[in-house]
């Protein structure tokens, strides 16, 4: 618990890489979230336009067996018309396929779709944005990315403890240690100390009860 800095991880892939420049990018432009709390408040609205990325799930899922395989993920972002090598395809689809069945399901799809729009963002100015359908999508994954920049204190493109303990520390709240911990664990994926902007959208799909299963399950 010493170190304050926390163990910075190297990226596994040139697109991990990719992500961690765009979000160091980003944190030196600074965020317009102010706390933890005004993050929590957005919760629904982030929750209702994310669910509303169903109807493009299922448009690409072509044999509808609630899982996108590499092929379609080829197809789907032909369609959207982002450019992408078939080695970034390659390491989209492992870094997003977070169980590994070789699938990726509706809550790893929003994730994935939120790293393009990220990595494409300078490149393209993401022009599949008007092609996908759905308002305020563009808002949201700015949201989430403004989200993890405010709890990257030092700017390096990883969440570690102690920046969780921190942001949750200034929102008032009374338990914040246990809190902060609780929280950090639920994105710390890996278990190695730090969180990537990745392992951020994963948790937050459980946060606001995005399931795999569907809109059924409401147990959140």
Same mark, same amino acid.
């Given at each position: 618990m010493g170190g304050v800095v926390g163990k910075s991880?190297?990226?596994?892939? @040139?697109? &991990?890489?990719?992500?961690?420049?765009?979000? =160091?990018?980003?944190?030196s432009k600074g965020?317009? %979230?102010? +706390?933890f709390n005004s993050i929590i408040l957005k919760f629904p609205k982030i929750d209702h336009t994310l669910r509303k990325c169903k109807a493009i799930f299922e448009q690409f899922d072509e044999d509808s067996n609630g899982a996108i395989d590499h092929e379609e993920l080829k197809k789907c972002l032909h369609k959207l018309q982002v450019c992408f090598t078939?080695?970034?395809? &390659?390491?989209? /689809? @492992?870094?997003?396929?977070m169980n590994e069945d070789?699938?990726?399901?509706?809550? &790893?799809?929003? *994730?994935?779709?939120c790293l393009v729009y990220l990595l494409k963002d300078n490149a393209t100015e993401f022009e599949a944005k008007s092609r996908m359908g759905v308002p305020n999508l563009e808002a949201t994954f700015e949201t989430l990315a403004d989200a993890f920049v405010l709890l990257d204190k030092n700017k390096d493109g990883?969440? +570690?403890?102690?920046?969780?303990? =921190?942001? %949750?520390? #200034?929102?008032?709240?009374r338990s914040s240690g246990p %809190?902060?911990? @609780?929280? /950090?664990?639920?994105?710390?994926?890996?278990?190695?100390?730090? *969180?990537? !902007? @990745? #392992? !951020?959208? !994963?948790?937050f799909t459980t946060w606001v009860g995005i399931e795999e299963v569907g809109d059924d399950d409401e147990h959140h």
């Open positions: 991880e190297s990226p596994e892939t @040139k697109l &991990e890489a990719k992500m961690v420049e765009a979000m =160091q990018h980003r944190a965020t317009t %979230i102010k +706390s078939e080695e970034e395809i &390659e390491d989209l /689809f @492992k870094a997003c396929d070789m699938g990726i399901k509706f809550n &790893e799809f929003i *994730v994935l779709l990883y969440v +570690s403890k102690n920046e969780m303990v =921190q942001a %949750i520390n #200034e929102s008032g709240e %809190i902060a911990t @609780k929280r /950090f664990d639920e994105m710390d994926w890996d278990k190695n100390g730090s *969180v990537s !902007f @990745k #392992e !951020f959208l !994963f948790a």
